[in-house]
């Protein structure tokens, strides 16, 4: 309870003394190129082949001969729109993004860099972490976009290539009694796991205490809590937005 406080604390230093307008916007823009450009080509590779073996898996699965084939690319979509695109990306964006936040800030905290932006007067708080958690919730939820686009097109290149499913039919299948509201509930989680992995890995990183080794810790604990917050959110957010 006390770190979940000090977190609380930590959340509503980051909107006090804040920098100007022309100072943010080039922070946040460095910010978008570290989070999200850098991480593009991971999160496309990833996402092609969760989509090319979640069609495997599933085509495998289809025992029964009453049963379509265009089923297996709706299969597809819903497990990509509404779990594999948003958590397992966050997961994995946890991994890269988030210990990079946690030992890029606890480094500067050891150094007494942090320390000397507060004697000129700068909240820290906000100077370095505000940009991050703004560039994160504009970038992941691009990347999300992304990773389901790229898990579709991986899931209908294996499956034409290898024969399990024609294009026609993944397409039909794509198409088949779509609900709009689960790209609507993608980009809500997008948005919550994206200030979850911001927030936490900064918070792990700004209160580092220690040296090298402390660093390396914070780091590790950084990754873990977003992982839990992660797949704890995820379930919460389902039973608030899909239990009906």
């Known amino acids: 309870m006390k770190d979940f406080g000090q977190y609380v ?46 069609t495997v898996q ?25 779990e594999l695109a948003p958590t397992i990306i966050a997961i994995i964006y946890a991994g890269k993004v988030g210990s990079s936040m946690a030992g890029g800030i606890g480094t500067m905290r050891i150094t007494e860099q942090i320390d000397a932006l507060e004697v000129m ?18 970038m992941y939820p691009m990347l ?26 993944y397409i039909y299948g794509i198409r088949f009694s779509f609900n709009e509201f689960t790209i609507t509930f993608a980009l809500i989680k997008s948005v919550v796991f994206a200030f979850l992995i911001s927030t936490i890995s900064c918070f792990k990183g700004y209160y580092t205490q ?23 959110s995820d379930y919460f957010l389902a039973e608030l937005l899909l239990n009906k």
């Open 58 to 82: 599933t085509a495998f699965n289809m025992v029964s001969p009453l049963i379509p084939n265009f089923v297996i690319s709706q299969v597809v979509r819903e497990m990509t729109i509404l």
């Open 121 to 138: 007067g700068i909240n820290s708080s906000s100077y370095l972490v505000l940009p991050k958690l703004l560039a994160s919730l504009i």
């Open 144 to 169: 999300v976009i992304i990773a389901g686009f790229c898990a579709l097109l991986g899931g209908y290149l294996v499956g034409s290539l290898s024969g399990i499913i024609s294009p026609t039919d």
């Open 9 to 54: 604390l930590f959340l509503g230093s980051l909107f006090v003394r804040r920098e100007t307008f022309k100072t943010y916007y080039h922070l946040v823009l460095e910010e978008c190129i570290q989070i999200g450009i850098k991480s593009t080509f991971l999160v496309m590779l990833v996402a092609s082949f969760m989509g090319a073996v979640t």
């Open 210 to 232: 220690g040296g090298a080794l402390e660093v390396g810790i914070a780091t590790t604990k950084a990754v873990t809590t977003s992982v839990i917050a992660i797949l704890l």
